[in-house]
């Protein structure tokens, strides 16, 4: 199996940023997509980005193109979410997640449904 632990998350002002972390461990080389997601009481988990490991294409929600960055560092299996010009709506529990298949569709990288490994979680707050 593949372990997720995420970090970076905490309390900012709207408009601040945040730099969360996904550190890899385990069967790693399965990993073919790395994604974050979010969620909040009341709502479903939404697709936040993802990114490819190999060549490191990335993909985006709308609501976050050009304010987050995703990235990572194959040497570290680590993946990052750079958080810009946050806003009260960024307010979730920021979920990171692997998925050990190879050959998916660009668009099955906006779907929880590829995914099979999950991190704990990391509470970002955006106070207006």
């Known amino acids: 199996q593949v372990q997720l632990v995420e970090s970076g998350g905490g309390l900012v002002q709207a408009g601040g940023s945040l730099r969360l972390s996904c550190a890899a461990s385990?069967?790693?080389?399965?990993?073919?997509?790395m994604g974050w997601f979010r969620h909040t009481p009341g709502k479903e988990r939404e697709f936040v980005a993802a990114?490819?490991?190999?060549?490191?294409?990335?993909y985006y929600a709308d609501s976050v193109k050009g304010r987050f960055t995703i990235s990572r560092d194959n040497d570290k299996n680590t993946v990052y979410l750079q958080m810009n010009s946050l806003k009260p709506e960024d307010t979730a529990v920021y979920y990171c997640?692997?998925?050990?298949?190879?050959?998916?569709?660009?668009?099955?990288?906006?779907?929880?449904?590829?995914?099979?490994?999950w991190g704990q979680g990391t509470q970002v707050t955006v106070s207006s």
């Open positions: 990114i490819r490991w190999s060549g490191g294409s990335t």
């Open positions: 997640a692997a998925s050990p298949r190879f050959g998916l569709s660009r668009s099955a990288y906006y779907t929880d449904r590829v995914y099979s490994y």
């Open positions: 385990g069967r790693t080389s399965s990993t073919s997509v």
